[in-house]
């Protein structure tokens, strides 16, 4: 490796292993969580997703899904004009007439989500107030709930966490002590819950639920026998709402690759006292199916360097994945933000040379890339083709939130996206 | 507050965005919230660029706001001077930047850079996007261009044609063209080649891939070509009064506009442009005089877009095409009255409008045959089974194609009659389907076969066929009722509505429509298949 350029010398914590995490701060490169609707409107089939911003909100969310053609889109803006901020006009009644103006276009939506951006919350228009003020009027037709997307307090896949977060908030806390259940936590392509709620099932844990739900009307249990499993590390006030409703979560890797999938079961199994015995009877098969495919890919990936840029919270246990099952050489793993707690299991299994940074400067992280000379980078979709016309590999990162890539049966299929750009620059050089 | 679900144009500080990123060594310094960074991959992946916007962002996050973002933006502007030493630098706000008002000129001001460094005041939450980008390329030009105040206009104009060696070519620029311009890079190749087969020399091309010090040249030229007139008639208007250089005011885009510009460029640049109209093969008004074309012949068009392309695609489709335009129409507010006029022509009311709503309640009261319209319009047109074709910008990744495809000149003509006749059924499957709806491959309700993606082959009955139209035939109402408020689906009788069902679906829409504005004009309570025949003798096919 090539001497480090500027690595920020202060604000240095360590892991437990001793791997030293640098915070950088500067311009970043990264979405806000506004960009969280584009798979929530699709997994959450009923829900609609109302921005309430500026034409640069507008703008961000077409630019990013417009490339679909809507027949009819689960997502709008309603873009603040100058009346709504000279105080010309109310905005909370403007609010409450877009609101109607939706509703009566779209009857078939039971649940809207107002959605707060940077304008809106710097002019602090109180948009959770307007979520129970319009709950009154459309009681029994559209549930109205808020939650903030905005730049200025998330990045990207934290719009999902605070997308769910408004939604564990309106579970009630109960007192009365149920029967011991299992809530899987995060947004999972639909195929992949299917999976999962199968092992679950032959492992025999009975009452699994996934959260978010695919429908608004389904009821989500929280009580103090409810044990969590987070199926994405971008959770973090999702994960705390349900604490406080008495919830334990289950410490355990991510799900992605074989180790981590089983190792993710395993943690679940330990909890509801399934025996080894049993645990491997059901994921022997699958394990060994998971390794079979995995093992077309390796040899593209084994000792390839890679580095990350911050964007989704992924890149901790995806460095993981690839370190551990693929044998890539982990050079800098940017992340836009590192909740140690939930990542606890994952630093524990990464290498111990790896270069972690917490925040970002996109220009002296550039400038560390190209001494680094990673074989592929992970990045944002700003940065990968000028990388590529540099001549270096890149594969985007949207796609890995994008993409099924959670579990065995889709361990190579994430192997196999970060060895198609390796694939394809060979291909094409040739 | 306005609901949208999708907006025409972006916010402004993406206009200045575009000229930044059409220029060469111009820097922007923009004062934005995390996140805001999105308008970057406008640039790498709609436009394929092989480099980074020139733009440093401050991406303040919440944190920030407690403390000294108006030192957060010094630092930034420093930092991207020191980095990239740019040859100029222009300096604003993003919609979130205006509100917490740090005054971006000011404070760049203050720091006394070694280079031009031009403020932007972008009103973010009153203006939009091609605004934003002719105000930043005036700006950008005033800044740039010295002006002599103790010379006039005219004076200017005297000295360039005195200044004159003998035998000299008269010359041009070009202005308009951007990053992330509709078919801009094709369209200054096609004008290019044009001009110089006129023997006319173009001396600076802007803003796109001109630089500073390009932009300096600009008063030398003879005369100016306001290609993009949304971008560039700002500030050739001004050049105009203040150097005394003539601009053009057509647009070259179709056939006889192509022959108008060539005459209005020649007596601009003193030439005589006989020569060259003649020497031009005109094959797409062949293609639409060729008897395949007679089909076309009165096809309702509806058409969207800037004003530019909106005015320019009603005169193609109008006298080049030979379709009828029932509805033109232009998100661009600030040249309402052009597409007013225009307008006039076709004997229908302008839509002035950024609302997406309004013109989706539009389409489908006209259900016109084919839209002329942007990347919105195709939602629309989705949403109402309409054929569909972009005519104009906001677009998206597919068309910024690899291939060489200009709206403009002559080659323009050819792309423009290609891509708007595409999405029509073509003439043989359009008759065939007119007398025999139920085949089961070839039904009504499909697509045009030669699209190619239709629905597997089933072997239905009619009775299904025939309760599928039902179906179709519910839906539009749905549509109606939404859009009309009213509810005439009680005017049919069932032996009516089955009539109805019976006509192919892109014209079902017209005849409903007729029929019930006969029977209200008529007095008529309920419809008949008597009525549905006595409103298309009243009317006409």
Redesign the interface.
Known sequence: MNAIVDLPKDEISRTGKNIPIYKERG?????????GIIWLHRKIQDAFFLV?G???C???V???A??M?????RF???????R??AGI?D?HE??D??VK??LT?RPDIKMLFLVGS??S???KLDLSRAAQRLNKEFLNHCRILSYSG????T?FTQGEDACLASLVNEIPKQVATQEKNLLIVGCLPDVVEDQFQRLFTELGIENVTFFPPKNSQQKIEIHANTQYLLAQPFLAETARLIEERGAKRISAPFPFGVEGTTAWLKAAANQWGISSDRFNEVTQARIERAKKSLERYVPMLENKSISFFPDSQLEIPLARFLSQECGMKVLEIGTPYLHKQHLEAELELLPENSRIVEGQDV?KQLDRCRSDKPDIVVC???????L??EGITTKWSIELVFSPVHGYEQAADLAELFARPLNRSMRLAA | ???????Y???P??GAMRIATSMTDLHYVLHS??????A???F???G?????PPV???????R??GGDTAQLFKD?VN?AYQ?FQPKAMIVGA???AE??QDDPGGLAKALSLPIPVIPLEL????K?ENWGASETFYHIVRGLVAVDKSISAQQYQENRTASKQEGQKPTCNILGPTALGFRNRDDVQEIQGLLESMGIEVRVVAPLNASVSDLAKIPAADFNVSLYPEISQLTSTWLNKTFGQPFTKIIPIGTKATKAFIREVAQLANLDPEAILASQEERARWYAKSVDSTYLTDKRVFIFGDASHAIAAAKVAAEEIGFKVVGLGTYSREFAREVREAAKFYDVEALITDDYLEVEQKVAELSPDLVLGT?ME??IA??LGVPCAVISA?V???DFPARYSPQMGFEGANVLFDTWIHPLMMGLEEHLIMMFRDDFEFSAKAAPSHLGHGSPVENKRTADLVSDAADDQKSTQVNAE?FNGGDPANLWDAAAEKELGKIPFFVRGKARRNTEKFAVEHGISQITIETLYDAKAHYGR
Not at chain 2, 33 to 38: E, F, H, L, S, V
């Open positions: 311009q970043r490169e990264v979405f806000c969580g506004l960009t309430v500026s034409r640069t507008a703008h961000l077409q630019s990013a417009g490339v053609i809507f027949a009819e889109p709008a803006t309603a873009i603040i004009d100058d709504d901020l006009a905005a403007e609010l007439r877009v103006a939706l276009r940077c304008p919350e710097v002019i905005s730049g200025i307090e990045t220009e944002g979709l700003g940065l990968a083709n000028p590529e016309a | 507050m306005q609901l949208t679900l999708w907006t144009e972006g916010p500080h993406i919230p995390q996140g805001d960074t999105y970057d991959l406008l790498t992946m709609i394929r660029s092989r480099k980074r440093t962002y401050t991406t303040f996050q919440a920030d706001l930034s930092s980095r993003s919609c979130t509100l917490i009103p973010s939450y009153q939009k990347q195709r939602h989705k949403r906001p998206h990744v597919q939404v």
